[in-house]
């Protein structure tokens, strides 16, 4: 019998067990199911999605290599910044949600700041949104490139139908006045007293930069430092005036009499005299000077004979050496200072000058027709007289002069002037003017000005320079000084004070409330100017005074520098009634943001000139805190006339 050959060809041992229902337990005894089913997506996922990135903005990163991931996207942008991170496996990007537009531009930043670790498109809603993966790309397709990324300085275009505050139309230049300069070469013509007086032709460049002063701006008195007297802080100089009025005239018997006389020598007033013959002399200097016929008259009863060679003597005037130790007088620009030798001989002769002056100053005749220029002439101030040359009298109501023992140059009338004698000219002149090496001539703020005016005779600096930088053109040295007792420096405290720095994003900005507002003066034929007309449909212009209208304008260099140099920041929208510094027509000027509306071009109202002018952040930047220069412009309501 042959045995069957069987055909185990198709045998499968597990074929059985696989498709028998029995044997395949999928649930445990209590019915549970024992294997994990996946997940089915939620009906709402996509309109979740489409809310979250409605309500979020947010960033697309593609995963471009096996390094990023989400720990390393927390990392990178910081666990602050971010809101929520999405995966999705099939388009193989993350979703970068964050909670603010603030948070965005700081991710983007970073993001341009290191273009090699990741790559991002900017997300936008999901119809406008270029460049979009869908879920349903496969993964063999090559994914699409992405958008270009949103810049901050790109430009919209301007919305003008939301906004709620007006815009001043055309596109006006600002205006710009400048002061009439003080002293002009036909004032140094051949035989002129300005010629005469002033050989090195210094104010020729001379400027007078504290017209605020004469506007009530700043406080010009202070009864706080000194009990005595009272210091008035005007023109660059501090003036003391005592509380007390002085004696109009003091005999000479009744300074006998309480053991006070005059020097044989400078004829000034002392209380030291010799104690064998009661010679008076003042200090060591005049007792030198006639030391030899002292010694042969004292004792002997006999009277001191004084031959001409022998009476008051004074140092030689003029800039001490390099090296030596000043004091300052008085300031003229934030960069030119008058000094004066802070030798003991010096200190002698400059004060016997002044005590001169101020005496015999008392029994001066006033000017009874205009001066001339270059005419040495008696400044009366509170009772105070001074030396003073006559720089400008083109107004007969603003005649300049130039305190000549001090430098201050200052504006009075013609009632304070005094006939000045011809010995009171010829009494010599210690204060020299000085440029400070590397300090600009910037506007005279309230900053600047509060240090000028602490830095009074008191104190005493080295001064140093080189004949080399001496500026023929200006007549001016070049130095350096340096205070004595804190060996600090005079050039860099300045610099450091007038030099603008910009505040950081996170810094809270400033209201117009910061800064001084000056009133336009009130009464009848007032010199204004107009500084813009583009609201004058809605009944108003805005003004100033002629004289504050050179303010304005000095101070715009300072804010060019600003805007120019030091200023970093991009871009910057500043918040509603916040202070900026924007840039109209090429030029930076101080701004205030009265609106947003989100399209990038916030309303600016540029506070020294009037008009109102949308403005693309990236004409804006940041506020400085050291701009605290008041405001001038004034808005003025017209009222017809019938």
Not at 76 to 98: H, K, M, N, P
Not at 428 to 436: F, G, I, K
Not at 505 to 521: F, R, T
Request: aromatic residues 10%.
């Amino acid at each position: 019998m042959e045995s069957a050959q069987e055909d185990w060809s198709n045998f499968d041992p597990i074929a059985k067990d696989y498709y028998d229902e029995e044997q395949n337990k999928y649930t445990n005894e209590s019915g549970q199911n024992l294997i994990d089913e996946a997940p089915v997506p939620a009906k709402d996922e996509k309109e979740q999605r489409a809310a979250r990135q409605t309500k979020y903005p947010y960033l697309v990163v593609p995963k471009s290599s096996p390094f990023v991931t989400e720990k390393m996207l927390i990392n990178f942008f910081g666990r602050a910044l971010i809101q929520d991170l999405e995966f999705r496996r099939t388009s193989r990007v993350y979703f970068v949600y964050f909670p603010n537009i603030g948070s965005l531009e700081a991710a983007r930043l970073k993001v341009e700041r290191y273009p090699n670790l990741i790559r991002c498109v900017t997300g936008r809603s999901q119809r406008e949104r270029e460049g979009f993966v869908p879920e349903s790309l496969s993964s063999n397709e090559p994914m699409p490139k992405p958008g270009r990324a949103f810049l901050a300085t790109e430009r919209t275009p301007i919305d003008l139908e939301t906004r709620e505050v007006p815009i001043s139309a055309g596109s006006q230049e600002h205006p710009e006045f400048h002061r009439p300069p003080l002293v002009t070469k036909a004032d140094y013509r051949k035989g002129s007293l300005l010629a005469i007086n002033d050989t090195i032709q210094r104010y020729l460049n001379v400027k007078y930069e504290f017209a605020l002063e004469r506007h009530d701006v700043y406080n010009l008195k202070d009864e706080t430092r000194i009990p005595q007297a009272i210091l008035h802080f005007r023109s660059g100089r501090t003036i003391p005036i005592p509380k007390i009025a002085e004696a109009t005239e003091t005999k000479a018997e009744i300074l006998l009499e309480d053991g006070i006389s005059k020097c044989v020598v400078c004829q000034n007033w002392t209380d030291n005299f010799c104690k064998v013959c009661k010679m008076p002399f003042c200090n060591a200097s005049c007792f030198a000077d006639v030391a030899d016929q002292h010694r042969e008259t004292c004792g002997k009863g006999v009277l001191l004979k004084l031959d001409e060679n022998v009476g008051r003597k004074y140092p030689k005037p003029g800039l001490p050496p390099s090296g030596s130790k000043v004091r300052i007088t008085a300031f003229e620009q934030t960069n030119v200072v008058y000094v004066r030798s802070a030798d003991i001989q010096v200190d002698i002769a400059y004060y016997s000058v002044l005590t001169e002056v101020m005496m015999l100053g008392k029994s001066a005749l006033k000017l009874q027709t205009k001066p001339v220029v270059g005419q040495i002439v008696l400044y009366e101030f509170e009772s105070k007289i001074s030396r003073a040359m006559v720089l400008n009298i083109d107004d007969a109501k603003d005649i300049y002069v130039v305190c000549i023992d001090f430098g201050s140059v200052e504006v009075t009338q013609l009632e304070y002037l005094y006939d000045c004698s011809a010995y009171l000219a010829s009494l010599p002149c210690y204060p020299v003017a000085v440029q400070l090496r590397g300090v600009p001539r910037r506007f005279v703020g309230p900053n600047i000005r509060e240090i000028m005016y602490e830095l009074d005779q008191s104190l005493v600096f080295d001064i140093k320079y080189s004949k080399r930088e001496y500026d023929y053109g200006k007549g001016l040295q070049i130095v350096v000084m340096t205070e004595t007792e804190i060996n600090s420096s005079l050039n860099r405290l300045f610099k450091t004070i007038m030099t603008p720095v910009e505040p950081s994003l996170s810094e809270l900005g400033y209201k117009e409330d910061c800064l001084p507002h000056v009133p336009l003066p009130t009464g009848k034929n007032i010199d204004l100017v107009v500084m813009d007309n583009t609201f004058l449909k809605y009944g108003f212009i805005y003004c100033t005074a002629r004289d504050l209208a050179y303010e304005v304008t000095k101070m715009q260099r300072d804010i060019q520098e600003y805007g120019e140099k030091i200023a970093k920041s991009p871009t910057y929208a500043p918040p509603k009634n916040e202070l900026c510094i924007a840039k109209y027509e090429g030029k930076w000027c101080r701004g205030l943001s009265l609106e947003l509306v989100g399209d990038g071009y916030p309303s600016i109202l540029f506070i020294d000139y009037g008009n109102i002018v949308p403005t693309h952040v990236s004409d804006i930047r940041a506020y400085p805190p050291q701009f605290i220069f008041p405001i001038m412009t004034a808005e003025l309501d017209l009222i017809a006339h019938r």
